[in-house]
């Protein structure tokens, strides 16, 4: 009788995650006449760990269309497969929408982008009966997308970087002037009243601005002064 069992040696699995896909299909896109066996040598090579084989490389290169309109993201590197959205036209409005705010720093959160995300599928034509913006909408975006809460980090896009170096050789020349005793910093504090969101949603962690206060008129603040030498005073006022 023949032997019902043989040895045959089993093909190890490798995992690619959502952004390598898009990369290989932008470097193939990029190389249309580089052979896709030397592409899976190039990717193993810049993957260390990886055992990404040709079959894999086809494949991936067939579903290239919906690879290539993914948004890298930090969660996609623990993401493998990607779903098919039922308007891809709207997620890739809104992702190019969501890019520009990051970019201007302005606060972005659920209930902005739900709006938003009404807005478009009106201009888009699509019936409230085909798509419902509910909060399980907003997350699964979110998901898809890689965005999460992040907190504006500090004031440093309120400062001018382009002149800084300028500012401060002028700031010392001024300052070289006045005896130190008579040199103050001063900052008032107040009620943050209409005072934008120190949260908002991104693909990564964002500069934060200076906020803008609105006081009443009338309104009760303390004065707080401190001069070159650490000598400092509280100063109750009205305005």
């Known amino acids: 009788m ?18 390598v896909k898009k990369e290989i299909c932008e470097y193939m896109s990029a190389n249309p006449h580089v052979k896709q066996g030397a592409v899976a040598s190039y990717f193993n090579e810049k993957y260390s760990g990886k055992n990404i084989n040709r079959t894999t490389i086809t494949k991936i290169w067939q579903e290239r269309e919906k690879w290539l309109v ?26 190019i929408w969501i890019s520009q705010v990051v970019a ?7 209930l902005i982008l739900q709006q938003k995300g009404i807005e478009l599928a009106q201009m888009l034509n699509i019936r409230e009966d085909q798509l ?22 500090g004031e440093s896009n309120s400062a001018p970087l382009t002149t800084l170096p300028e500012e401060r050789l002028r700031l010392r020349a001024l300052l070289s002037l006045y ?36 006081n009443y008129n009338k309104l009760k603040k303390i004065l707080l002064v401190i001069n070159f030498l650490n000598k400092f005073y509280l100063i109750n006022f009205i305005g």
């Open 2 to 19: 023949f032997p019902t069992n043989f040895n045959k040696s089993k093909r190890t699995r490798t995992s690619v995650n959502i952004n």
């Open 70 to 95: 993914v948004e890298s993201s930090s969660q996609n590197l623990h993401k493998f497969r990607h779903r098919a959205t039922q308007f891809p036209e709207l997620d890739k409005i809104l992702q």
């Open 104 to 110: 201007a720093g302005l606060p972005l959160t659920d």
């Open 132 to 153: 419902k913006f509910t909060n399980g909408w907003v997350w699964r975006f979110k998901q898809r997308n890689g965005l999460q809460r992040y907190n504006f980090s």
């Open 179 to 214: 005896n130190k005793e008579d040199i103050y910093n001063a900052d008032e504090t107040g009620l943050f009243f209409r005072m934008e969101p120190n949260q908002t949603l991104s693909t990564g962690a964002i500069a934060g601005r200076k906020k803008v206060r609105f």
